[in-house]
């Protein structure tokens, strides 16, 4: 029995999800599922901004090229250029919305000139050109995007509903364990209601990936609780081609508290000024790299990490204290209000922050329009692997990319609706549990959770070698086997959906590090310390073995 039919399925309320949802509404039936509150989401806590060429002296060629050159050979110039360009119309559009970013009046101009955005600078661009709202950007563009979207009448809000698998035409094992053909085409997903603890069968002529990213398969990230890889990984399960899984990108300055949870220090921070100090006071980022404190963030990540290990200390520090307090309480109004209920004062005292895992480059390989391999399956945001990030995402391009693909993909969408291709909606299987019961292990969920968090920091992180990742290989090949042994024996619950994507996210990115037999961007492994252009200028490509 399906239980909800919709022209269009979006999975997930982050900017992506919201902004496809908000293009295509007025041209089909929209259901917009996401697994808590709407604004739970990476977006909703993005600080930075959005990097978009609006300054006197930027250029699309500068963007374009510090986006190359963080990427270390792997970006698509195509791709990077197509979203370059598409910046301005975006940040335009998203100013027409009601989005408030902050603005500043031309030097010299008597008041009466048109006020242009505020610029601010972050690791790895040669200009000023980060649009923000204070450093609360994500929550801005959320909070309009949510409103909208709840507003809109084609569009039809799931809230706390946890998408556990996608539905393909050819599924037919039960619990959503899905075979897939070349032939074969997404047609909606089985989503467990948490309130009612049901699992409904959504059908749907198009279904959307924007579920983000998966900081959560790491002990130590920035990321919020939603971020597990679920989109990564119902993908991959269903047959879709995964890319460049390795290159997880590691925040160098998140805040070191015991009473902080993944609190990001924003890279705007060392964008103002801010300077890396150990314990001793030492300015160390100058042993690492010319750029010093402005370096791109896997050096810095990685310079952290040696100083860590060297001196057996919990934290560096960030120190900004040397700018005027006024000024850094109004540039960073939610960081500083953050440490200060903590008891650090930044305009006083160096802010410790350690690294995290923050950002996936790799996901669900897309082309330029959001397609995935899998007919009438799309994906956009972070849960895409599109070609922009290459081996390292330059600060600030993510958002812009979740934007201008959310653009791209739903053209696509609205044409393919419009030219009345569709057959009827097929109807799914329904959800079956016959044969299992409510656990009574709850055990294994947690310890596996905290085991894959912990081994793929330890064995998987910022520095990789092959004895580290053989290791993390087995024993997820033996976690694996006990989540599935599990899931297939008892109901299905959030957490388990969960940990079954952190697995399934831990066995690729340790398939994609075993992989690349080089040091790029992102991956660093101690055998193979130099990039090789001749063999590893490439993308590393997964895909499931095809079952049926
Ligand atoms: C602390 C922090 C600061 C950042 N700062 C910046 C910045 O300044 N500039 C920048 O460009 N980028 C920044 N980033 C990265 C950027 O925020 C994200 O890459 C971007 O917001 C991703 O958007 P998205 O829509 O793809 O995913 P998200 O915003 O993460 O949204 C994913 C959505 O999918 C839902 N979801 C996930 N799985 C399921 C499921 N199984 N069922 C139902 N729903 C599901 C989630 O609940 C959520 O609603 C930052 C990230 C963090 C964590």
Redesign the pocket.
Known sequence: MTDIKTDILI????????MFALKTAEHGSVAL????E?M????????????TVFGATDSFDLHISDTLASGDGLCNKDVVKMVVKAGPACINELTRLGVCFNTQQAPGSQGDSTPGFDLGREGGHCQNR?V?AHDM??REVERVLVELARRHPNIQLFEN????DLITQSTRMRRGLVTTTHEDFCCGAY?LDRAHHQVKTFAAHITML????A?KVYLYT???D???G??MA?AYRAGATIANMEFVQF?PTCLFHPEAK?F?I??AVRGEGGILIDAGGHRFMGDYDPQKDMACRDVVARAIDTELKKSGNDSVFLDITHRPADEIRGRFPNIYEKCLSLGIDMTRTPIPVVPAA??MCGGVVTDVQGRTDIRHLYA????ACTGLHGANRL??????E?LVYADTAAKDVVELLQSNRFNPLPQPPAWDDVGTSDSDEMIVVSHNWDEIRRLMWNYVGIVRSNKRLERAQRRIDIIQNEIQDYYWHFKVIPDL?ELR?IATVAEMIIKCARHRKESRGLHYNLQYPKRDDRRWCKDTIIRRQVVG
């Open positions: 999975i997930g309320t982050g900017v992506a999800g919201l599922v996401t697994k808590k709407a739970d989401s990476n977006t909703n806590l993005a600080q930075g901004g959005i990097a980060i923000h950007t994500g509903h946890v998408a556990i989503v924007a579920t983000g990213g900081g920035s990321n919020p939603i971020a597990t679920d989109g119902m925040h993944n990001l924003s890279e923050h950002y956009v945001g972070e849960t600060a600030s391009n993510s958002l812009l979740a959906v994507n």
